[in-house]
T-cell receptor
Framework: NAGVTQTPKFRVLKTGQSMTLLCAQD?????MYWYRQDPGMGLRLIHY???????AKGEVPDGYNVSRLKKQNFLLGLESAAPSQTSVYFC??????????FGDGTRLSIL | GQQLNQSPQSMFIQEGEDVSMNCTSS?????WLWYKQDPGEGPVLLIA?????ELTSNGRLTAQFGITRKDSFLNISASIPSDVGIYFC???????????????FGKGTLLTVNP
């Protein structure tokens, strides 16, 4: 019962450090997404991908980069972490229709 | 960006009661989705609606796609303690460039069920 798997589940960083969040899906979905969830803000789209080798900006892309070298993986990078990037990050995937399937999230704290 | 107005923001009910929540927008949506998020987990899809006027059930849950295509509601009948969580509506606005995969989310309704 894998679906969408996110690693790591928790991480604490210092300001200025870099890290990469990994998302893997085993449903052969074309589309993948990265969201952040903050209290009172709901889910906001950071970046998304409509297929292997493609990426596009979402609603809040600044400070993040992504890569989709393989269809099943979607990586989210923080080059220089800032306290404002403390959040819960969710990855999702979908086939051509709208319904997206979510992972269980990565809880990231930046000190 | 597009906004989905979800209400109420929170609800406190007794076990066994029915629950109703809704989602409205100034934009037309061609799909409405309802998700539930349990603490510490990701959102899980409950119901998907694809046609205006559509009424769909999933167990004790019933959702409807509004005729105007600008709203949707979710009802939960005979609530139980495990219904506790945050319920989100979501959908791709019609003016999202024709892409059916970029979703706009409501801010959620927090449901608490007292046993």
């Amino acid at each position: 019962n894998a679906g969408v798997t996110q690693t790591p589940k928790f991480r604490v960083l210092k300001t200025g450090q870099s890290m990469t969040l990994l998302c893997a899906q085993d449903m052969n979905h074309e589309y993948m997404y990265w969201y952040r969830q903050d209290p009172g803000m709901g889910l906001r789209l950071i970046h998304y991908s409509v297929g292997e080798g493609t990426t596009a900006k979402g609603e809040v892309p600044d400070g993040y980069n992504v890569s989709r070298l393989k269809k099943q993986n979607f990586l989210l990078g923080l080059e220089s972490a800032a306290p404002s990037q403390t959040s819960v990050y969710f990855c999702a995937s979908s086939p051509s229709l709208a319904a997206q399937h979510f992972g269980d999230g990565t809880r990231l704290s930046i000190l | 960006g597009q906004q989905l107005n979800q209400s109420p923001q929170s609800m406190f009910i007794q076990e066994g009661e029915d629950v109703s929540m809704n989602c409205t927008s100034s934009s037309i949506f061609n799909t409405w989705l309802w998700y539930k998020q349990d603490p510490g987990e990701g959102p899980v899809l409950l119901i998907a609606l694809y046609k205006a006027g559509e009424l769909t059930s999933n167990g004790r849950l019933t959702a409807q796609f509004g005729i105007t295509r600008k709203d949707s509601f979710l009802n939960i009948s005979a609530s139980i303690p495990s219904d506790v969580g945050i319920y989100f509506c979501a959908g791709p606005p019609l003016n999202s460039g024709g892409s059916n995969y970029k979703l706009t989310f409501g801010k959620g309704t927090l449901l608490t069920v007292n046993p």
